[in-house]
């Protein structure tokens, strides 16, 4: 497998006080930190592409990343509100989206039981807690296993015993895989880190 990188130059955001980034990320799972509203999830849906940047480039290996939509995928801090659907439904419809890269069903199986969703999948996304939520699209993100992916606040409102296990699954995925990963647990995330950015009001310092 080709050891991915994700250049950004004179990459600025629409959103928060964070300049201009210049960077590559390989393989590995990078830390984003930083105040509330200087940028880090502004950052996640740029690269996401649900929202423009103010200016630069962003490239995953040779091509655009906004031409590479199944090559990345974004577990976002708040789970959207549409509250018809079926979880399991859901989890179909992202995963559908990956063809290239979506792991087995023996994989997801192993996913949904760690994460501790397996029985919660014909319960409609709305009559799930926030917590539940949120644990079927960090497990739509590792199931898919594009060469991106991003993580917003992934910690936040999980269970203990879920989050113990996700942070073992991001361990697996570090050789191969970019992981950025919005968070304020630096403490709980830092061991798994291959590399910190740290986002000020007025700059961004790696």
Known sequence: MKN?????????????????????????????????????TTLLNTLAGSLPSRSGTAHLNDAALRQS??????????????????????LDFILSLYPRTVRDETYRAD??????????????????????AKKFLL?????????LMLFDEPLNEIDAAS????MEMLADYRKEHIMLVTTHQLTKLTPLATSTLNFKKNHSTN
Request: proline share 10%; net charge neutral; glycine share 10%.
């Open 163 to 166: 989050a113990t296990q996700l």
């Open 69 to 90: 939509t199944d090559q990345v995928i974004l577990a976002p801090g708040t789970p959207p509100p549409i509250p018809w659907i079926r979880a399991g439904m859901l």
């Open 139 to 147: 497990a739509a993100t590792l199931i898919a296993a594009p060469p």
């Open 4 to 40: 991915n990188k994700l250049h950004l130059s004179d990459f600025s955001l629409i959103m928060g006080s964070v300049g201009r980034l210049s960077c590559v990320f390989e393989p590995g799972l990078h830390l984003i930190a930083g105040p509330n509203g200087v940028g880090k």
């Open 111 to 132: 996913v949904l039981r760690r994460l501790a969703i397996d029985d919660s999948l014909d319960v409609v996304f709305g009559a799930l807690s926030a917590g539940t």
